[in-house]
Nanobody, 121 residues
């Protein structure tokens, strides 16, 4: 089993920065893609950024140039550095990890509990 623990959310003024962290724990699994999604009130959950096992990144157009996703494979942790935050970035941010169990090579998609990011004007 894989568990994800998110941290780093909070309240920040527009133009400020936050860094989100998501640490995966467990045994007998490997991690492929890691990413961040967000869901604002009244809106559907949307992709923010992903990073592959090889380090390739993908960003939503709305955050490109402001957010940076990175990962530390040794710690099974993915980060989201958020700069130049806007009120539109206010949402619950969810960590997402694609895992493969070692024994069966079964694909599992795991979600974090979510962390609230609030950007004030």
């Amino acid at each position: 089993q894989v568990q994800l623990v998110e941290s780093g959310g909070g309240l920040v003024q527009a133009g400020g920065s936050l860094r989100l962290s998501c640490a995966a724990s467990g045994r007998a699994f490997s991690i492929n893609e890691m990413g961040w999604y967000r869901q604002a009130p009244g809106k559907e959950r949307e992709l923010v950024a992903t990073v592959s096992s090889g380090g390739s990144t993908n960003y939503a157009d709305s955050v490109k140039g402001r957010f940076t996703i990175s990962r530390d494979n040794g710690r099974d942790t993915v980060y989201l550095q958020m700069n130049s935050l806007k009120p539109e970035d206010t949402a619950v941010y969810y960590c997402n990890v694609h895992t493969i169990t070692i024994a069966t090579l079964r694909y599992l998609e795991v979600w974090g509990q979510g962390t609230l990011v609030t950007v004030s004007s």
